[in-house]
């Protein structure tokens, strides 16, 4: 059975820094680029930030220069350092796997997801 457990979440105040991490388990897949969204109240699912497993990396532009997304591929996990953190940052975190099965795309695997709230 394959799945992804996320950890870190919590509340902080505006400025402050939180950091998630995500460990994929009992996989029997290879795992291809992981990443992390969230959702926040009354809002539709976004990306945050992507990395391949070379380590190429995206993210949105609310986020630039403010988080830093990183993997292990040797231990199928990946985290989120989010520093400076603003009010509108406060929403559910999931963390993203594709996973990839005879050297084909399989499909996604989520997290249950972490909550983040910032305060002002």
């Known amino acids: 059975q394959v799945q992804l457990v996320e950890s870190g979440g919590g509340l902080v105040q505006a400025g402050g820094s939180l950091r998630l991490s995500c460990a994929a388990s009992?996989?029997?897949?290879?795992?291809?680029?992981m990443g992390w969204y969230r959702q926040g109240p009354g809002k539709q699912r976004e990306l945050v930030a992507t990395?391949?497993?070379?380590?190429?990396?995206n993210y949105a532009d609310s986020v630039k220069g403010r988080f830093t997304i990183s993997r292990d591929n040797a231990k199928n996990t990946v985290s989120l350092q989010m520093n400076s953190l603003k009010p509108e940052d406060t929403a559910v975190y999931y963390c993203?796997?594709?996973?990839?099965?005879?050297?084909?795309?399989?499909?996604?695997?989520w997290g249950q997801g972490t909550q983040v709230t910032v305060s002002s």
């Open positions: 990395i391949t497993s070379g380590g190429t990396t």
């Open positions: 009992g996989t029997i897949f290879s795992i291809s680029a």
């Open positions: 993203n796997a594709v996973a990839i099965r005879a050297i084909r795309y399989y499909g996604d695997l």
